[in-house]
């Protein structure tokens, strides 16, 4: 069974730091480029960050560059977000995605439950 | 950064009925590969974004077949050809063509 599980969302204060985890089964993770997007309370989605698959490249919105970083452990099937200097517009919901619009299997997309993080004194 | 339009913000629809959204980006999404770099994602309530359609016109897998994905350039549509209650949520749609990655603003389908 495919699943990605996301971890380490919290209440946080602003200008705090958190990680968060996501933790890859099921699947080929060395594939697949990763994702966080994020949501806002009522709001829609945002893309937040992108990594390639064996984690050479890495893109960032304009919102986030500078403070957070992604990266990913192929050997552990893992992706994080560090994020540092948080604000309160960092407040959301935040997805791990997983994408290989190529794989031959049909198996192009996979995401996770989210996990929540509120930045707030 | 491209900037991605979608209409209607809100589709009320009666089960049974067909359904359209339309997705404008402000430059071609059109990759030198030759791809349309659009996908169209549904998040139902309380869960997170699923993919429907990617590469403008590709079903995933699993996605029923009254989903269909259109358009090239800037213009796209995704189209239900009979909507069901289990279709509701809101509608986003996405390029891929470089970064940054923008989404529409979304389009919440009701039934009727």
């Known amino acids: 069974e495919v699943q990605l599980v996301e971890s380490g969302g919290r209440l946080v204060q602003p200008g705090g730091s958190l990680r968060l985890s996501c933790e890859a089964s099921?699947?080929?993770?060395?594939?697949?480029?990763m994702r966080w997007v994020r949501q806002a309370p009522g709001g829609g989605l945002e893309w937040v960050a992108s990594?390639?698959?064996?984690?050479?490249?890495?893109y960032y919105a304009d919102s986030v560059r500078g403070r957070f970083t992604i990266s990913r452990d192929n050997a552990k099937s893992s992706l994080s977000l560090q994020m540092n200097s948080l604000r309160g517009d960092d407040t959301a919901v935040y997805y791990c995605?997983?994408?290989?619009?190529?794989?031959?299997?049909?198996?192009?997309?996979?995401r996770g439950q989210g996990t929540l993080v509120t930045v707030s004194s | 950064d491209i900037v991605m339009t979608q209409s209607p913000l809100s589709l009320p629809v009666t089960p049974g009925e067909p359904a359209s959204i339309s997705c404008t980006s402000s430059?071609?999404?059109?990759?030198?590969?030759?791809?349309?770099?659009l996908d169209w994602y549904l998040q139902k309530p309380g869960q997170s974004p699923q993919l429907l359609i990617y590469?403008?016109?590709k079903r995933a897998s699993g996605v029923p077949d009254r989903f269909s994905g259109s358009g090239s350039g800037t213009d796209f549509t995704l189209k239900i050809s009979r909507v069901e209650a289990e279709d509701v949520g809101v509608y986003y749609c996405?390029?891929?063509?470089?970064?940054?990655?923008?989404f529409g603003q979304g389009t919440r389908l009701e039934i009727k």
């Open positions: 099921g699947f080929t993770f060395s594939n697949y480029w």
């Open positions: 996405m390029h891929s063509l470089q970064a940054p990655l923008t």
């Open positions: 995605t997983g994408h290989n619009y190529y794989d031959t299997s049909g198996q192009v997309y996979f």
């Open positions: 990594i390639e698959p064996d984690g050479s490249v890495e």
């Open positions: 430059q071609s999404l059109l990759h030198r590969n030759g791809n349309k770099c």
């Open positions: 590469l403008g016109s």
